[in-house]
């Protein structure tokens, strides 16, 4: 079976300041790896993915993610937040060709 | 609408009744999936469809929860004798093919409350 831990429930961060968001998985098979993000008031959406190739993965809005096999990790990176960024972020896997496990969440906040 | 549309958006109900929530995917979505949410949680597979059939009911909790797609384009979930337990966000998304195309489109939710 498989399992997506985010170790960090809230994360408060200052704008324009780094943040990291911390996610590991545990699989006995090759996966796919996903961040979604929840506005406020707003559905789960797609942030990026990692289904195969350059471990190095981005969004539109300056977010990446390495996908680090040998430490099953999947980390969230930002170099500069701002206010907009203030969301839920959802870490998930998927063994290929099946159903799409998530985290349960950080809340990242910014702080002015 | 061009997005997943989930109805009703709010359901109270008092313990030991039957609900039904309704999905209707993005049009020409083969997959679609219900999970479900509960304060503080991450969504909670439930159950996935290609076309009309399910393909892994894996996550549905007991016989009290059961699912449709007659015509695999809109979804009902069904949850009979409700418990308070059941208060939660149910989810519904779908995929143009299914989980390896690796992107899910999710609809707003159904916040389900049990009196």
């Known amino acids: 079976a498989q399992s997506v831990t985010q170790l960090d429930s809230q994360v408060p961060v200052f704008e324009e300041a780094p943040v990291e968001l911390r996610c590991n998985y545990s699989?006995?098979?090759?996966?796919?790896l996903f961040w979604y993000v929840q506005y406020p008031n707003q559905g789960l959406q797609l942030l990026l993915k990692?289904?195969?190739?350059?471990?190095l993965v981005e969004s539109i809005n300056g977010f990446e993610a390495e996908f680090n096999k040998s430490q099953t990790s999947f980390h969230l990176r930002k170099p500069s937040v701002h206010i907009s960024d203030t969301a839920e972020y959802f870490c998930a896997v998927s063994p290929r060709d099946d159903k799409i496990i998530f985290g349960k969440g950080t809340r990242l906040h910014i702080l002015p | 609408g061009a997005g997943v549309s989930q109805t009703p958006s709010n359901k109270v109900t008092e313990k030991g009744k039957y609900v039904e929530l309704r999905c209707d995917p993005i049009?020409?979505?083969?997959?679609l999936y219900w999970y479900r949410q509960s304060l503080g949680q991450g969504p909670e597979f439930l159950i996935y469809?290609?076309?009309?059939?399910?393909?892994?009911d894996s996550g549905l909790p007991n016989d009290r929860f059961f699912a449709v797609r007659p015509e695999g384009s809109v979804s009902t979930l069904k949850i009979q004798r409700t418990e308070r337990g059941d208060s939660a966000v149910y989810l519904c998304?779908?995929?143009?093919?299914?989980?390896?195309?690796?992107?899910?489109?999710f609809g707003e939710g159904s916040r389900l409350t049990v009196l």
């Open positions: 998304a779908s995929s143009p093919t299914g989980p390896n195309t690796g992107e899910l489109f």
């Open positions: 990692y289904l195969s190739g350059s471990t």
């Open positions: 469809f290609q076309g009309t059939g399910a393909a892994d």
């Open positions: 699989s006995s098979v090759s996966v796919y």
């Open positions: 049009s020409g979505h083969t997959a």
